[in-house]
Each structure stands twice: as C-alpha cells, then as structure tokens.
C-alpha cells in the first residue's frame, strides 16, 4: 500500500510530483522517489524516510522533465532503504507500483537465470526488467507492457514511462487503485483522487484488469484480453480533500475536533428531523427476511463493528457474526443464502476487507458498504453503499471516521429494530434523540482538555497498559489498546473486564495503569467488581464514567468524569477520552502522531 503519482505535464513535473506524493503520504511513508523522462532520457532520485529527504537530495541533485512518475512507500519486500525506494529502473524503463507481485521470486530466479542482474530486494524490480526484456524483443513499449503484465500474479497499479518517449506513460491496474485525470493538454495518473485534486477533479477510475496508454491529448484504455474499452469519466468533489491543519498540531487533533461536525452531517444522511425517526434509501433487502447479519473488517472499522453486534443483537434480535477480515476471508464459512454481509471501511480499498466482501457475493450474500470514500472498490462491489460523512482522515490513527461509523451502524441498528418489531415507535424516538445529542455532547466534552495532559505524563511512564470494559464498553477497550499501542508504542491490552481473572489479571501489578471504560449502564456493578479485583493488586485505576464518587479500591490515578446519556449511545462519546488519552501520551512521548513508524493509512495489501 504505496502512492503512485505520473504527471504528463506543460512544465517540469518534478514539484508536482513531489506536492502529490506530500498528499499520498498517507500510504505508506517509509522512503520515496521520483523518476523523469528529459530530453528522451530517464533519470531518478530518491530517498530513504519522509518525503523531506527526497526534497533535500532534489534541492541539491534538481531533475528536469517534463513526464514523470513519484512513489512513497510501505515496505512490503526490502527494508525501507533508498536502494528499495522506488522507482524501479533500467535505462529504458522506469516504474512506480502499489501492492504485491506474488510470483516475484520465479519470476526474478528465470530473469537472473538470463543474466539480468538486480539491484534491490523488492518485488517491483521485476516489473522493469520483465518489461525491458519484452521491449527488447517486441520493439514496442504497449507490446512489451502487453506481454510484461500477463506474467504478473497479484496485485498492482503501476505507472510506468520509457527513456525516448516524451510524451507516453503506461499505467495499469489489477487489485490496487489507479484513477487517469484529466488536465487541459496534461495528464495524469495516481493512486486516488486526493493526489490528483490540485491538478484536476476530472476522473476516469479504472478497472481491475484495465491498463492504459497515456499521452496528453488522449488515452487508450484496455482490458486484460486487450480489448480497448470505454470508462467513464466523472467530476469528483475535491473540495472535501483538503488537507490542511489549520490551528491544530497534528491532523490527529484536528480530526478529534473534526467530531461534532461530521457526525452531524452523518446523522443528517440517515435521519429525518422531522419525524424523530431514521430514514434510509430503499434496501435490495429487508431486514425482517435476514437470517443472519455477519460483519467484517480490519482494526479499529472492526471494533466497530463489534459494537454494532451489541446493538443488532440487542435492539434488532438479530444474529451477528463478526471476524477480522484477514481471518474471515479463509475460513471458508458455510453462509446461509439471503443474508446480509456488511463490510466496514474508512477507505474502502482495505485489501483483507475486500477479499471478504467478495467471498460473501458468492455465497449469496446481500452485500451492504460502510465507507468513507464512496469511489472505493468496496463502494463498487456492493449492493448498497451508506457512505460516512467523515471527510478525509489523514492522521494514521482513525478517530473520526470511527465515530462517523458508529453513527452510521447505530441508525441502521434502528432501521433493523423498526423493521423487525423489536422496537416501538417511542423506543426508536428516544434513541433517535439520544443519538442527536451526541455532537453537543462531544463538543462540551472537548472544551476542556486538561486532564488529558496530566494524565499522559503518567501513562507515558508506563511500559504497559490494560484497558479493561464490558458490552457495549469492551470494543471500546479494545480500541483504546490500539490507539494507545499504535502512536505512542506502549504495549497495551484491551480486555472483557470479566475475562481478566482467566488469565491477564496475572500481569497486574503497581506499575501497571489500568484504564476501565465504565459508563453507568446495567453492567457497571459487574464492571466495579472487576476494579476492585485489579485495585487489590495495586493496580493504578483510570476510570472513564459518569457515576460519581466511586469507590474503586484505592486511590484513582484519574477519574475522567463524563456527562450522563443513554446506554445505547455511551460508544460514541467515550470513544473521545480514549482517543484524547492515546494523543496526549503520544505527544508527551514526542512520536510522530500523524505518521506512526510501520503503519499506513491505507492497508491495500492483505
Ligand atoms: C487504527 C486504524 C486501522 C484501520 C484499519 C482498517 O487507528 O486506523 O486499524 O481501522 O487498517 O482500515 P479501513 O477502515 O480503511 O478499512
């Protein structure tokens, strides 16, 4: 999961790249690089770590050209050095590529076996050389692509370009996303929309199979068997792609604040305000006839998921299962035909999350999309799409696109009670109500932060962490664990409150801080039982709750004390003093919070 950026440009292309790889960052960001075609010759630069240190070496080393192509990477094969950055050249062919040739290893062994030699670990290098080969025998760099991409199994986008060719570039597109914009006498291609918004919003999104040859007057797009076929082209809406801080440090930041706003506009899409009630388009099914709901997703999409399970089960009487993607997609899961399949994405292009989607299509399934790109492949493959009106994220860790999520699950959680009979007109009423006082009641509760500050210098001390919840309060430990573990390293765990004394309450003691997400709902006694268990190990006690002055054992290291609501909506609004404790921490340990080491945004290989 890389970003890929090809401009055929009027002027030098080589900031223009630059400035679209600053916003495919989010991608992977652990080396980058640039290559141009000048004068018929090809060049490169590139640059191990952030995008800054590709700029230093171009400050020194400028590349001229006027067609060019520029990568950022997430290591799949190869340490993250420049010798494995991107792009992958031979004097003649030069190429930028997202995700995973899987026969690379046969097909590098019979290239060395001619006597080609490599100069890096990655899977990439194979790409260059196999097409060279092919020029070197068709004479024709759309023959040699032609020939070149029969041979590669798994996933790709690719931008390719050719030494001697001004004014031509190849891209293709099998798994990974590659969408061709539009320019007045430019052209371009590039991983998504986003990279492409400064230049053009005109789109043209290829298919899995497509491949297309570029110039900047016209473009040629063919299938897999060579065929030449018509995609169309779409104005997307930018304006929803900006990516600026504004007044915050970290986009992380900005996007916990980004909450009251985009929840809003969430619940706006699926509940009339007039009538108190939820409102969806009309459905390729209903909910009274499903037999059964399954849900899959990756990380922090499937923790919300798993709180949609309570919900479901509880307000709907509906079974749900629920497994990560990576699992789900082998298990080989007999499917009863009729039911409903949900998959849940902020991006919408999840590799493992889209391979479920489409094990479940040929099980039968109705497949229904929660997405926050509703260009993604996901939005593409299923029946029915109820998008999140999150806007972009940026920051590595999800936060708003999270809530946005729950907002999403909640109303259909609704729509599924009404249309079973498992709620009344009053039941879903009130919790249409309580659903709408959530952005005020995050806005309040982000007023003031203080605490968080204090309480970060503690947890920033700690090597491990246990957060601890129950129903509707465990996915929300679970998330906690992750947000803390992926932006400020500390090794954290999120636990069934109840599960603890099987095992993990063995790693109790002083020197670990346990956070207990603990709204007063009908579990809360069970929950406190739990606290006084860790507390008579000594452990320090961080509870998140809205009962007063409890008594957990010992003294808390911190209560964080939150506003009263209904049971129902509690996941929303304690998903902000976990996503609070995780970037204070974070911060205090001085990590890179927006960019966390090994992550990506955007994980499109599985
Ligand atoms: C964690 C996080 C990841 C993503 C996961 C799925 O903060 O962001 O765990 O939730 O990689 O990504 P999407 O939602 O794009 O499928």
Known sequence: MCGIIGILGKEAVADDLVDALRRLEYRGYDSAGIATVDSGRLDRRRAEGKLKNLQKVLNTQPL????????????????????????????????????????FQSLRASLEARGVRFDSQTDT?????????????????????????????????????????????????????????????????????????????????????????????????????GTVVQRERQVVDVSTMAIDKGEYRHFMDKEIHEQPDVISDTLSGYVNFTTGKVQFEEMPFSFKDLPKITISACGTAYYAGLVAKYWFERYARIPVEIDVASEFRYREAPMEKGGLMMVISQSGETADTLAALKYCKQQGQHIGAIVNVRTSNMAKEADVVWPTMAGTEIGVASTKAFTCQLTVLACLAIQAGRERGTISEELEKELVHALLEIPREISTFLKDESQFEELANSLSKARDVMYLG????????????????????????????????????????????????????????????NVQEVASRGAKIVMITDAQNVDVGNEPLAVIQMPSLHDFVTPLLYAIPIQLISYYTAVQMGTDVDQPRNLAKSVTVE
């Open 125 to 225: 290098e194979v790409i260059a050389h196999l097409i060279t080969e092919e020029l070197h025998s068709l004479g024709n760099p759309i023959k040699a692509v032609a020939a070149a991409l029969k041979q590669f199994e798994g996933a790709f986008a690719l931008a390719i370009i050719f030494s001697g060719y001004d004014n031509m570039m190849i891209g293709a597109k099998k798994g990974s996303p590659l969408a061709i914009g539009h320019g007045d006498g430019e052209a371009y291609l590039g991983s998504d929309a986003i990279a492409l918004a400064p230049f053009t919003n005109e789109i043209t999104y290829l298919e899995d199979g497509d491949w297309v040859v570029l110039t900047r007057e016209n473009m040629i797009i063919r299938d897999m068997d």
């Open 64 to 103: 001229a050209g006027l067609t060019g192509i520029g990568h950022t990477r997430w290591a799949t094969h190869g340490a993250p050095t420049e010798q494995n950055a991107h792009p992958h050249a031979t004097s003649e062919v030069s190429v930028v590529h997202n995700g995973i040739i899987e026969n």
């Open 470 to 529: 129950r129903g509707l309060s465990f996915p929300l430990a679970m998330e906690g664990a992750l947000k803390l573990k992926e932006i400020s390293y500390i090794h954290a765990e999120g636990y069934a409150a109840g599960e603890l004394k099987h095992g993990p309450i063995a790693l109790i003691d002083e020197k670990v801080p346990v956070i207990v997400v603990a709204p007063k709902d009908y579990l809360f006694e069970k929950t406190l039982s």
